[in-house]
């Protein structure tokens, strides 16, 4: 500011004595001063303006960023409640169908969507685990690491909780991101299900071998009997509905 300042008044100085050079100080001697004066003020007032200014953008800045905190902190605590929450939601539905007695009078199709609620709860803890990766993914700072999966057990674990048929064209192991594509799958089966027949979108993820060595999946929504046929006849088997 003061560097500014002094760079103002010099510059405006220079100007002044380039134009006016030759006009005699005894006759002009008021009008001089005030010119001077105001030389001397206006820089002054320039650089405070600037300063005042910038003052203004630092401390909207720093605010906003505080606000970022805060949320980045009432977000992760938040997130650890809802964790904890379905936790202790899924463990009393544990216990719950672990008492034979206490279920033994039960509808089966009853105790199947208990099933399915635990499985949609242990789901939603998952996703609260990844908070960490979707972060890093948003800031472009996620690094991908590939590991060694059954393809069996890895798709019961995506669709755990979904009404979700599944085929799978006897892949056994491969390479793969499971972080990643859990994400990446659970999305677009989420897509599917909202955007398929409201009467019923049967969800059906399909997963093979790319003629390159790859692994291909495919997500779609369509009528169950067609998924059916379909899988019996691409050789797939199809894994029972919400397991």
């Known amino acids: 500011t003061v560097?500014?300042?002094?760079?103002?008044?010099?510059?405006?100085?220079?100007?002044?004595?380039?134009?006016?050079?030759?006009?005699?100080?005894s006759k002009h001697a008021n009008k001089i001063g005030a010119a001077v004066g105001l030389l001397f003020l206006l820089p002054i007032a320039l650089a405070m303006a600037v300063t005042t200014e910038r003052r203004k953008v630092l401390l909207t800045?720093?605010?906003?960023e505080q606000d970022?905190?805060?949320?980045?902190?009432?977000?992760?605590?938040?997130?650890?409640?809802?964790?904890?929450?379905?936790?202790d939601s899924?463990?009393?539905?544990?216990?719950?169908l672990g008492d034979p007695d206490g279920i033994k009078d039960l509808d089966p199709s009853l105790i199947q969507n208990l099933k399915m609620a635990l499985a949609s709860l242990r789901r939603g803890m998952k996703s609260c685990r990844n908070r960490q990766t979707l972060i890093s993914l948003v800031s472009g700072t996620y690094n991908s690491v590939r590991s060694a999966v059954t393809a069996h057990q890895f798709l019961s674990d995506v669709t755990m909780g979904r009404a979700v048929e599944v085929v799978e064209t006897q892949l056994g192991e491969f390479q793969l991101d499971p972080v990643l594509m859990d994400l990446i799958l659970d999305n677009a089966m989420a897509n599917a299900t909202k955007h398929g027949d409201p009467r019923g979108p049967n969800v059906r993820i399909t997963v093979k071998g790319g003629p390159d060595g790859s692994t291909v999946?495919?997500?779609?929504?369509?009528?169950?009997?067609?998924?059916?046929?379909?899988?019996a006849a691409a050789g797939g088997r199809p894994i029972p509905r919400g397991q």
């Open 3 to 25: 560097f500014l300042a002094v760079v103002s008044f010099l510059s405006t100085a220079i100007v002044w004595q380039v134009f006016n050079p030759f006009v005699p100080v």
């Open 61 to 64: 800045n720093f605010l906003r």
């Open 68 to 87: 970022r905190a805060h949320s980045r902190e009432a977000d992760s605590i938040l997130n650890h409640t809802l964790k904890n929450t379905m936790a």
């Open 90 to 96: 899924a463990g009393q539905l544990e216990i719950f």
């Open 217 to 231: 999946s495919q997500v779609t929504n369509m009528s169950w009997g067609s998924a059916v046929r379909g899988a």
